[in-house]
Nanobody, 115 residues
Framework: QVQLVESGGGLVQAGGSLRLSCAAS????????VGWYRQAPGKQREGVAVITSGGSTNYADSVKGRFTISRDNAKNTVYLQMNSLSPDDTAVYYCNVRWSSVDYWGQGTQVTVSS
């Protein structure tokens, strides 16, 4: 079983930055990939970034060069540093892991970018 808790969301002006955190319980967390997803009002949930257990990363085209995903396995935490935010980044952000064919999600954290 894995429990995920996101934090760090808030209201920021366009061009600003936020750092999201995803804290996890469970000893397997450090050994599996972790992803960040987001869901804007009226839209489907979309993948934003993923990091493997070894630290390899991949990003959605829409956030490349602006967002950075990282992990601290000693703290069982994954981060999403978001820079140069735009109103299009407004969404609820979720972290996700898949373990034994089961998807685990946190409760999400709201990010609102004002123009």
């Amino acid at each position: 079983q894995v429990q995920l808790v996101e934090s760090g969301g808030g209201l920021v002006q366009a061009g600003g930055s936020l750092r999201l955190s995803c804290a996890a319980s469970g000893s397997i967390f450090s050994r599996i990939p972790v992803g960040w997803y987001r869901q804007a009002p009226g839209k489907q949930r979309e993948g934003v970034a993923v990091i493997t257990s070894g630290g390899s990363t991949n990003y959605a085209d829409s956030v490349k060069g602006r967002f950075t995903i990282s992990r601290d396995n000693a703290k069982n935490t994954v981060y999403l540093q978001m820079n140069s935010l735009s109103p299009d980044d407004t969404a609820v952000y979720y972290c996700n892991v898949r373990w034994s064919s089961v998807d685990y999600w946190g409760q999400g954290t709201q990010v609102t970018v004002s123009s």
